[in-house]
Each structure stands twice: as C-alpha cells, then as structure tokens.
C-alpha cells in the first residue's frame, strides 16, 4: 500500500523516473481524484499523470476569479479539453472577504482557505474522495500562508509527496508534450501588491493590462508590483537590455494605465519578490506557513 511520502522519502534524492513511478502509484491508490487545475506547469503535469493513470476517474476544476486573468482562465480549459480530461468550471469571489481585501500577510491563507472549502463542497457532491494540486518541492521555500488551508481543508499534493522540483516537473512535462513545459511561473494579481495596501479592483486591472502588454511585447517572464503611483517591473536579467530599448512605448502605456512612474527593478524577476519585506522583518517563513 503506498503512504503518503514523509520527509524521508522527500530528502531520499530519488531517481527521477522513480518519483514518476511513485507519483503514478499514489494516484492509483487514491483512484478518483478532483484537480484543482490553473493551467500551470505542475498542475497540467499533476492532471497528465493522473489521467494517464486514472482515466475518467479524474476531474479538473477550473476556477475564475478577480484576481485571475481571463487569458489564464481560458488558457486552462483549451489545455484540459485537448487532454480529453473531464473539466468542471467554476467561480469564487475573493473580494467578498473582507480578510483577502486587507492583504495583510495572512492573505494567502484567507484566499486558499475560500477556494479549498468551496472545492471540499464540489467534491462531496461529486463522489471525489481527493482533491490534489500542483504543489511541489520549490513551494516550500518561501512564505506560503497557503500552506497551512491546504493541511486544514485536508488538500493532497503529490507532487511533493514525491519530493518533485519544478525543474523535473518541466523536463517530464516536455517528454510527455505537454504545451506548459516552459511556461513562465505565474501567481495571482494581488500578489503584486505590497501587504497592507488594500487590494482594489481598479489595482488588478491595472496589473492585468500592463503585464499583458509586456507578453504582447514578447517577453517571457514578467511581474509587474504596484506601489500606489509607481509600477516596478521585473523582468529575466537577460530581457532588462530591451526593457530599456522599450522604455518610450512602456511609459506610454503604463502612464495610460494611470501609474505616475514607470521603474525597471534592476534585480531583475524573482518568485515572491514581496516577501522581501517580510523577511528582512525576521519572520521565518517556514514558521509561518505551518502554524
């Protein structure tokens, strides 16, 4: 009978062809399972598996929410209806919490526990014993509040279970032709903005259409962090040469957008770049993703 895995087996450095083995036996062993799927690169991976292993006794839901851009939305359903998975799609509304709109640095929980419950109910009715998502190794290292809604609604990720990185994840994702292999990591809007600013309608619109732009433009890897009047953009250090050969055309659009000045983070992209603060606060993020 496989368990789920422990530290012991996340720290074992497995070959990479076993984790897949063990990836596919857990799924066997929970034999139908609902996905909560954002069309990203583990979670396309995590639904591939589980239907190669499972057929249609996998589910993927797909939710749209405020602070989820529509190009992401439909993106996810192209992907999961080319998979021939089963799809179920759905909304939440993160702005009717009052905890999620303070953005305070518990956001994260307030947001995932919203999202969790709501799929916990769509599964009870359904007749799906599990819900997984796309959680793996990389997640842990960082201030992830969500951590903790995911233990507390009772959320699998056998991604990590599995002690998978993303690296792996993208090198199988591109043996199996998955489209996401080299997909640009992607977080929710609010995410851009720094904690303890209100999170507004109008902010994520803004964020919406200037990092579009930027995707238009061709660049890969894109954030763009709002502070009240000022946008920051982080971009790869290898993209931040034509950022600059592109400064005319972006300030015009981002002014349009109503930011006063347009800034180029010279460190360029970086995952949980407003953690930062937190951080150098002295707060532990792994103490606070588990209490």
């Known amino acids: ?16 062809e076993q984790k897949d083995a063990l990836l596919g036996d857990i799924f ?31 589910l993927a839901v797909t939710a749209a929410s405020e602070t989820f851009p529509t190009r992401e939305f439909n993106a996810a359903v192209r992907i999961a209806e080319d998979m021939g998975v089963q799809l179920m799609k759905t909304e939440v509304r993160e702005f009717d919490n009052a905890d999620f709109v303070a953005n305070n640095p518990d956001r ?34 960082d201030y992830r509040p969500g951590l ?9 990720s056998p991604l990590q279970e599995t002690g998978f990185y993303k690296e792996e994840i993208r090198t199988l994702s591109k043996e199996l032709g998955l489209i996401t292999w080299n997909k ?20 994520i619109d803004q964020l919406d259409e200037a990092e579009d732009y930027l995707y238009q433009l061709g660049f890969w890897q ?28 972006i300030y015009r659009k981002f002014t349009s957008l109503g930011f006063t000045y347009v800034t180029l983070d010279l460190a360029g992209y970086r995952t949980g770049s407003m953690n930062e603060v937190l951080k150098a606060a002295g707060l532990s993020s792994k103490k606070e993703a588990t209490s």
Do not use: W
Not at 126 to 140: E, R
């Open 1 to 16: 009978m496989v368990m789920k895995a422990n530290e012991s087996i996340r720290e074992a450095g497995l070959p990479l």
């Open 28 to 58: 066997r062993e929970m034999g139908r399972v609902m996905i909560a799927f954002s069309g990203g690169v583990d979670s396309t991976f995590a639904l591939k598996r589980a239907h190669q292993v499972l057929g249609d006794q996998v």
């Open 108 to 141: 994260c929980y307030h947001c995932k526990t919203g999202l969790y419950t709501h799929l916990k109910q769509l599964a009870a009715e359904h007749g799906y014993p599990y819900i997984v998502d796309g959680s793996n190794m990389d997640d842990l290292g």
């Open 148 to 156: 903790q809604a995911k233990k507390e609604q009772g959320v699998r």
């Open 184 to 203: 640009p990591s992607f977080a929710c809007l609010s995410s851009r903005i720094p904690y303890g600013t209100k999170i507004e309608r109008y902010k």
């Open 222 to 249: 894109v954030r763009v962090r709002h502070h009240d009047k000022i946008a920051r953009i982080e971009v790869m250090p290898d993209e931040i040469a034509r950022i600059i050969e592109l400064k005319e055309d």
